[in-house]
C-alpha cells in the first residue's frame, strides 16, 4: 500500500504526551496517527446516519442488545468482546 508523507503540527505539549505513550513507543507515531484517523473517520460516518433510519423491533418481540464494540489499540480494529 502506497502512504503519503504529510506534515502535522502539534502543541509541544500534545507531542510530548503522544512520544510518551506505550503504543506510539511501540508502533511510532505515524501507525498510531493512522489508526486515530481511521476511528475518527468511522465515528464520523456513523453519526452521519440518521438514527431514524435503522429498523425498530416492535414491543412484543424481544431481541438482544447489539454487542458491544471496543476499539483495539494494538490492531487499531474494532473488535466484538466474546464471552468466557
Not at 506534515?7 to 507515531?29: K, S
Not at 431481541?63 to 474494532?78: N, Q, V
Request: overall charge positive; hydrophobic content about 35%; charged content about 25%.
Amino acid at each position: 500500500m502506497y502512504m503519503k508523507a504529510i506534515q502535522v503540527t502539534l502543541d509541544d505539549d500534545l507531542l510530548a504526551r503522544l512520544d510518551r505513550d506505550e503504543e506510539v513507543q511501540r508502533d511510532g507515531r505515524s501507525a498510531v496517527l493512522r489508526r486515530a484517523a481511521e476511528l475518527y473517520l468511522r465515528k464520523r460516518r456513523a453519526s452521519a446516519i440518521p438514527h431514524c433510519a435503522a429498523p425498530q423491533p416492535s414491543s412484543s418481540t424481544s431481541f438482544p442488545a447489539t454487542s458491544p464494540r471496543t476499539f483495539s489499540s494494538s490492531s487499531g480494529r474494532l473488535q466484538t468482546p466474546h464471552a468466557a
